[in-house]
């Protein structure tokens, strides 16, 4: 069982807009503006796509953007596009003591 | 650009020790500025952080691993290693290296992964 919670699928139609939720606690989401989400196609190695809640790494389409609630951080996709088919998976810092990472269960994005 | 490989037997035996090495190319291992990771994906499954090291050899583990995991880095064979002690079939899994930041929280560039199968 992974340390975030996400939801297992999610989707949405071209042009449309889909968001993701990853929730923790307050030890790692909510402790901490150090959550990133990954895009992963199948067979690919993870992709950063969001950094410290919300920063972009230079060549991320602004189209994925990123939020932070409590305990809860959000991945959204405007725009959906058929490249955007991919799992994503949220991940945080939850170091106390130690540096210390955790990661969601994954969300596969579909686009109808 | 930094470009990360991983490296090892695609199948160990249960109790053995898992062994992997990462070879990275475009960078030095040494240049201080980053951390090395290992973490795991098993098939169909979320990602695990197993560890880290520094370049000075500094390490930080996953709680939950710490007690069968080891990670070394060898600076001039620009390589960093995992060793994955007592495995078992819930061991089986893709393994990547992945590259952070010294300061940061994310993982920027990832190897491609190698699948290791733990089975008799």
Redesign the interface.
């Known amino acids: 069982q992974s340390a975030l919670t996400q939801p297992p699928s999610a989707s949405g139609s071209p042009g449309q807009s889909v968001t993701i939720s990853c929730t923790g606690t307050s030890s790692d989401v909510g402790g901490y503006n150090y959550v990133s989400w990954y895009q992963q196609h199948p067979g690919k190695a993870p992709k950063l796509m969001i950094y410290e809640v919300s920063k972009r790494p230079s060549g991320v389409p602004d189209r994925f953007s990123g939020s932070k609630s409590g305990n809860t951080a959000s991945l959204t996709v405007s725009g959906l596009q058929a490249e955007d088919e991919a799992d994503y998976y949220c991940s945080s810092y939850a170091g106390s003591n130690n540096f210390d990472m955790v990661f969601g269960g994954g969300t596969k994005l579909t686009v109808l | 650009q930094v470009q990360l490989q991983e490296s090892g037997p695609g199948l160990v035996k249960p109790s053995q020790t898992l062994s992997l090495t990462c070879t990275v190319s475009g960078g030095s291992i040494s240049s201080g500025s980053y951390y090395w990771s290992w973490i795991r994906q098993p098939a169909g499954?979320?990602?695990?952080?197993i560890g880290?090291i520094y370049t000075s050899g500094s390490t930080?583990y996953?709680?939950s691993l710490k007690s069968r995991v080891t990670i070394s880095v060898d600076t001039s064979k620009n390589q960093f290693s995992l060793k994955l002690s007592s495995v078992t079939a819930a061991d089986t899994a893709v393994y990547?290296c992945a590259k952070t930041i010294v300061g940061?929280?994310?993982?920027?560039y990832?190897?491609?992964?190698t699948l290791v199968t733990v089975s008799s």
């Open positions: 499954k979320g990602l695990e952080w880290r930080n996953n709680p990547y940061a929280t994310f993982f920027d990832w190897g491609q992964g």
